[in-house]
């Protein structure tokens, strides 16, 4: 079985490498202009097309626009450093009705283009941009990120339990900060110990799968019997590693228990899918207002992936589904992230 995970796993990784190498993810794509609907331009985040997190899931509410609205749809390849600006600057010179960018290392790109053309909409998802052109759509993770401390806490029996974050910036520090709130919520001596793929606004962590492995071997080598890691692309390292060690993961961003299903307990789901979706729809219907939104655990932006298999047992199913219940009722306030 460790075998079979372990193939799984370095497929994924070729496929991703030849998705580069073919130049499939390389610059814009262009719009079918046979296509009736609206133009819809995405912009992806570190990592690119499968990632199996946020880009992947993004794209997948990108093509559903596609299918189920016939709009004509692109993707913008993601740029190092200041070279992002004049990416988006020069994709946002083509004719498009909504440009969508994803998460906070898009925001100065994304509000240096916005600004060059007022004319045009704009809607960026995971972060704020302050523009009277950009819909920005944020996410109160911090809910599910609670939940899912509670569940690790749950299956720890020591109290030890870890969080590998992809790099040190805010959004991934609140998702610490909620986790560590379930964690002793349940168990108020329990250990929780950190580590970062990359360090302050290093993007790039998010995208180094080898680095993630070794973090999540460190950990488990100190006896920390659960992980949960939000690190985009790089999760599939961690689940890697965890797999190497068979120990349990929880990961965010789409649900990841196909990978290995003997090891990723669920994954807290933040949906990119439906929010480009609905921000496509309301483009056709010609109801996006710019300003922000905030989406919650109740409105199903964020879910967790089915937790009730062969990793969960049911004393503790028992305490853990009316956690989750209660949280669908709006009866847990998670204290905020302060930075």
Not at 117 to 144: M, Q
């Amino acid at each position: 079985m460790l075998a079979t995970v372990n193939g799984r796993l370095r497929a994924l990784f070729a496929l991703a490498a030849l998705v580069v190498a073919l130049g499939l993810l390389g610059g814009a794509v262009a719009c079918d202009d046979e296509a009736d609907g609206p133009r819809i331009v995405l912009a992806l985040a570190r990592g690119g097309l499968g990632d199996r997190a946020f880009n992947d899931s993004a794209n997948a509410g990108l093509l559903r626009a596609k299918n189920d609205l016939d709009a004509r749809v692109s993707t913008v390849e993601f740029k190092d450093g200041e070279a992002q600006v004049q990416n988006l600057k020069d994709a946002a010179k083509g004719e498009f009705d909504l440009f969508i960018a994803i998460g906070s290392e898009n925001a100065a790109a994304l509000k240096a283009a916005a600004a060059e053309h007022a004319e045009k909409r704009f809607a960026i998802i995971d972060t704020v941009v302050d523009a009277p052109n950009v819909t920005s759509v944020t996410f109160r993770e911090l809910e599910g990120d609670y939940l899912v401390g509670a569940l690790a806490a749950l299956l720890s029996p020591s109290g030890s339990v870890g969080f590998i974050g992809g790099a040190d910036v805010e959004v991934i520090r609140r998702i610490e900060h909620g986790f560590r709130e379930g964690v002793l919520a349940v168990n108020p001596r329990a250990k929780v110990t950190v580590e970062y793929v990359a360090g302050k606004d290093d993007f790039s962590g998010f995208a180094k799968p080898d680095v993630a492995k070794a973090k999540a071997a460190a950990l488990y080598g100190v006896g920390v019997e659960v992980v949960y890691a939000a690190a985009g692309g790089s999760q599939l390292g961690a689940i890697e590693g965890a797999t190497e060690a068979k120990k349990l993961i929880i990961t965010a961003g789409n649900d990841q228990r196909f990978i290995a299903p003997e090891v990723v307990v669920t994954s807290r789901i933040k949906n990119m899918s439906a929010v480009v979706f609905t921000l496509a729809t309301e483009t056709k219907d010609g109801k996006l207002a710019p300003g922000m939104r905030q989406l919650d655990f109740r409105s199903g932006a964020i879910s967790l992936a089915p937790f009730d298999g062969p990793l969960v047992s049911a004393a503790v199913l028992a305490k853990f589904r009316p956690m989750v219940e209660d949280m669908q009722a709006g009866k847990i306030t998670v204290k905020p992230y302060a930075p």
